[in-house]
């Protein structure tokens, strides 16, 4: 893993479209980090309004990671974090991604297809998160940078971080909105009737 | 003497948070095992992160996932063992404290299914279920903090005089379904037969089964060896972006049943989270995993 390069925040529309599909990347900089339905749904009420985000999105590097924040002596420290499942916000994100013309996206699982045009429209990627990678990820917080939305729970809270070697991230939608979930998905069905055969040829 | 609330109260909180920090020896086993067969660098590196994670976990006493789950019980109750507790509430109780004095805090994970109200305790939590061990003098309890990632892809389906083929097949598109979605390489449960309810358990004790072992039903043991080929023949690899290692190992348990045949499907993320120990009825503690 030492060939990894390291790109910094924000992500050049350049640099989104130099990432490979698989490829694995770090990252310096400035995330924006949640992992709260409630959360999409405010802010997609801040968008119908029009009104302002508490924190500037345009652009941005937007991961559904859930955190545990607390305040003392008020600053805010962030414990650790961790990827959530990005599907669960596969009918709002496509939206998100556009309004907010979103550099980059990620947490783990993936997003559907209909998120995929919205990330090659953009000129955004996906970049898949390990999942149970709490110590690795955590380890990268320089600075919490500030923490929106005081009064949810803590994984659904609005939390901007500066980010030091963030990763490796893999990235799994690229610019283009090829994405390797849809290419996995694709191959696992084609390849379903071969895997019967064989299941049954074992059976005998 | 004999086993006392604040014993099983101590147990439960401690087994619940080692599972938060520690990932089990034959699944770091099992993975690395996996990076030593696979032929991408993607998978390979992840897997390589996957076991730098529980390491680091390990290492530094801290959680090897954000999110802690749901806690889960599995309470077997030695027949011979010498107790004066009310166990459940002595659980649930452990539970309340483990909530204000664990490090780091956890998350509120526990949610109100009709309201979506999400906060530490709610309706039968902690979730326990109890059996009973013939001749034993212990009380035997595993922990297996249930986590949403891994946890909303089970799926449970109900034949007439299925064939294996029947099955084998339900399992697999199983496994489609789930696709890259539940933090693989996963662990798998299948449960045969019984009824709805028993059988969904006997998928659940599935996946907690050490990897490796064999199943002492021949028919099984053959039936794990071809679904868990089947299911890494499939290619979504770790954390679902490509591979060979989509599972770490299929595990079966069957019952008898009427003619009418649940099959049932559950999956552990890689962590695998589980921890198990038992307290005798002198207060011994014995930790098993």
């Known amino acids: ?204 | 003497m004999t086993i006392s609330d604040s014993a099983i109260s101590q147990l439960t909180q401690d087994l619940y948070s080692w599972a938060l920090r520690k990932v089990p020896d034959d699944t770091k086993a099992a993975l690395e095992a996996a990076r030593e067969n696979e032929d991408s660098v993607t998978a390979k590196n992840t897997l390589t992160m996957m076991l730098h994670s529980a390491k680091a976990a390990e290492d530094n006493d801290r959680y090897v996932c954000s999110d802690s789950g749901v806690p889960v019980y599995f309470v077997r109750i030695g027949t011979k063992a010498v107790w004066n507790a009310d166990i459940k509430n002595a659980i649930r109780e452990g539970f309340d404290n483990l909530v204000k004095t664990i490090d780091p805090p956890i998350l509120k994970h526990v949610t109100n299914p009709l309201t979506g109200e999400r906060g530490y305790h709610g309706k039968d939590m902690p979730i326990v279920t109890f059996d009973l061990i013939s001749d034993a003098d212990y009380i035997d309890i595993t922990c297996s903090p249930k986590a949403l990632g891994s946890g909303r892809w089970a799926a449970m389906e109900l034949f007439t005089f299925p064939t294996l083929e029947t099955i084998e097949t339900f399992v697999l598109d199983t496994a489609i379904k789930a696709g890259s979605q539940h933090c693989p390489p996963v662990i798998m449960g299948v449960g045969i037969g019984g009824t709805f309810d028993y059988c969904a358990k006997m998928s659940k004790e599935a996946t907690l089964r050490p990897l490796g072992s064999i199943n002492e039903e021949p028919i099984l043991a053959a039936m794990e060896k071809r679904l868990t080929e089947a299911v890494n023949d499939l290619g979504f690899g770790p954390m679902g972006t490509g591979g060979k290692t989509t599972t770490l190992g299929v595990h079966v348990n069957y019952a008898s049943g009427h003619g009418f045949t649940p099959v049932a499907v559950s999956f552990n993320c890689w962590i695998n989270r589980r921890t198990r120990a038992r307290i005798y009825s002198d207060g011994r503690v014995e930790r098993v995993e």
């Open chain 1, 1 to 204: 893993m030492d060939d990894i390069r390291t790109i910094t925040l924000p992500m050049t529309p350049e640099v989104a479209r130099s990432l490979k599909l698989g490829e694995m990347i770090y990252l310096d900089g400035q995330i924006n980090a949640t992992a709260g339905i409630p959360t999409h749904a405010r802010i997609l009420d801040y968008l119908d309004r029009g009104e302002p985000l508490p924190v500037d999105l345009n652009r941005a590097a937007f991961f559904h990671l859930g955190s545990y924040s607390e305040e003392k002596d008020g600053e805010f420290d962030v414990l650790y974090m961790n990827p959530t499942t990005s599907t669960r916000f596969n009918s709002v994100m496509p939206r998100i991604i556009r309004e907010l013309d979103l550099a980059c996206v990620g947490g783990k699982g993936g997003l559907d297809a209909e998120c995929a045009r919205a990330l090659k429209d953009v000129g955004g990627v996906y970049l898949s998160f390990l999942g149970g990678g709490c110590p690795l990820l955590s380890a990268s917080i320089r600075h919490v940078v500030k923490v929106a939305w005081q009064d949810m729970i803590s994984h659904y809270r609005l939390v901007v971080l500066e980010v030091e070697r963030l990763g490796p991230l893999t990235v799994a939608i690229d610019a283009d909105g090829n994405s390797l979930y849809d290419n996995l998905a694709d191959d696992a069905q084609a390849r379903r009737a071969d895997v019967l055969a064989k299941l049954a040829a074992a059976r005998g």
